[in-house]
């Protein structure tokens, strides 16, 4: 029995050596690549190293929260999303992340750095400023609960029928006018 908890020790201390190295080689990979003609994949790989350092922020997000949806989308231009409104994405140079939120007024800029720690707090606060949001959405009471029901206007029954018998007969007037002006002017 000693064996098998000996064995299950150094199987885990090899998995998180291993899961270390290949860290490690992403990271020189995606330094290499950068000179390397297949700049997608050097995308790609950076992006994968962001996702990674990103897993312990996500893991702190309770499970009820439901706004972000981390994933890399990996079509012309890969991108690293972190909710429907929000993505990383390489700079020119494919060294640089580029973190932009989509809004109605286009495309605004949140954070830009070579570095994955600064990118890591800049969505840190991103997503605070998002939960943030989210529990001021759920709190504000809605404005008809609050106030006392405002009393509905009541209208007289018949009134709308008296209007249009006054519009008839003033309608019939101006036809009996202008027929008699027509008539008055052939005389």
Known sequence: M????DGIFKGTAQVTRLRDALHKARIEAAD??????DLRDAELARLEILDEALNPLFGEIPVQ???FDRGISQGETPRLWID??????MGRDKR????????????????????????VDAITDYIARRMIEREQALVTPIPAATSAPQPVPVKKPGRG??????????GLVALFAIALMASLRYF
């Open 32 to 37: 290499r690549s950068g000179v390397v003609v």
């Open 84 to 89: 429907s409104v929000a993505h990383v994405a």
């Open 65 to 67: 929260v439901d706004l």
């Open 2 to 5: 000693a064996d098998q908890t």
């Open 96 to 119: 640089i992340y580029r973190f932009v939120q989509d809004t109605r007024f286009g495309r605004t800029l949140l954070a830009e750095s070579h570095d994955v720690p600064v990118m």
């Open 161 to 170: 029928v008296w209007m249009f018998m006054l519009g008839f007969f003033a």
